[in-house]
């Protein structure tokens, strides 16, 4: 509508001005209306974990990173320890609006709970038996049962070398070629940027929030000064430790600084 330039004009210039201050208001509102609808919607879809099935409704433009702490309580796996994915390993920071995740969609989620971390490093009857009677003693690590059964079979070969009376910082590569109260080959690799130690075997790699270990201890193994017997208490008991051996020696107070804080531990 055209508005002319005259006293009645003028009052219809007005008027048009106002009816498109109020058009332009709806639209403005209808439009937030929309945008909140947007950011609002969600989506059903199905979470599979340990060949579980869990059924997730959840925000579309909510991150990766929201829906593992939203998860860590449905499959009880601690956030830090989750991997999703969704066509391959699904960053933090992506959304699910933008990696595609639909009605229906399958999102595969893979991670160790801590119990089942713990589980690794838990001892049989005759273990705790072994340790009760060696703490009463106050025997070495190196001469208890339990400790024995590793140790007798020798220094690994492949593992690094050892170094006794150094210290030296961690290396900034992972730590290998030791081995774990069942004989088996483990590596330890520090993620400070991320506060975490990830606890690898040949099977699998569990990722530890180094804030939820309780202590570490670790004492030179005799006739081999250059290694160490290393415990990593995971649960609130000295019985929850994970044991590795042949620690080379210069990188114990290392190890110990990065997961406990210098000058937390004895």
């Given at each position: 509508?055209?508005?002319?330039?005259?006293?009645?004009?003028?009052?219809?210039?007005?008027?048009?001005?106002?009816?498109?201050?109020?058009?332009?208001?709806?639209?403005?509102?209808?439009?937030?209306?929309?945008?909140?609808?947007?950011?609002k919607e969600s989506v059903d879809f199905k979470v599979i974990y340990n060949k579980n099935k869990y059924?997730?409704?959840?925000?579309?433009?909510?991150?990766?990173?929201?829906?593992?702490?939203?998860?860590?309580?449905?499959?009880?796996?601690?956030?830090?320890?989750?991997?999703?994915?969704?066509?391959?390993?699904?960053?933090?920071?992506?959304?699910?609006?933008?990696?595609?995740v639909v009605k229906g969609a399958k999102v595969m989620v893979v991670g160790s709970k801590l119990d089942d971390v713990l589980a690794v490093s838990t001892p049989s009857k005759q273990d705790l038996q072994d340790e009760k009677m060696a703490a009463a003693s106050k025997e070495p690590f190196c001469k208890q049962k339990q400790h024995r059964k590793v140790l007798d079979k020798g220094v690994p070969d492949d593992v690094m070398p050892g170094i006794k009376n150094t210290k030296d910082a961690l290396p900034p590569y992972p730590l290998s070629g030791m081995l774990n109260k069942s004989g088996g080959?483990?590596?330890?690799?520090?993620?400070?940027?991320?506060?975490?130690?990830?606890?690898?075997?040949?099977?699998?790699?569990?990722?530890?929030?180094?804030?939820?270990?309780?202590?570490?201890?670790?004492?030179?193994?005799?006739?081999?000064?250059?290694?160490?017997?290393?415990?990593?208490?995971?649960?609130?008991?000295?019985?929850?430790?994970?044991?590795?051996?042949?620690v080379p020696a210069q990188y114990v107070d290392a190890i110990k600084d990065a997961i406990l804080g210098k000058w937390q531990y004895f």
């Open positions: 509508m055209e508005c002319i330039g005259s006293e009645k004009g003028d009052a219809n210039s007005d008027k048009c001005n106002s009816d498109s201050k109020g058009a332009e208001s709806e639209l403005c509102s209808e439009t937030k209306e929309k945008v909140g609808e947007i950011a059924d997730v409704n959840f925000l579309l433009d909510s991150t990766v990173g929201q829906l593992k702490q939203h998860l860590q309580d449905i499959i009880g796996v601690p956030q830090s320890m989750q991997k999703v994915m969704i066509k391959g390993l699904a960053k933090d920071e992506r959304t699910l609006r933008e990696l595609g080959k483990v590596r330890l690799t520090f993620k400070m940027e991320q506060d975490q130690v990830w606890i690898g075997t040949k099977e699998r790699t569990d990722k530890i929030p180094m804030n939820t270990i309780k202590g570490v201890v670790s004492e030179p193994i005799e006739g081999h000064e250059e290694y160490h017997i290393m415990g990593i208490q995971l649960g609130p008991t000295d019985a929850s430790r994970y044991w590795v051996y042949w």
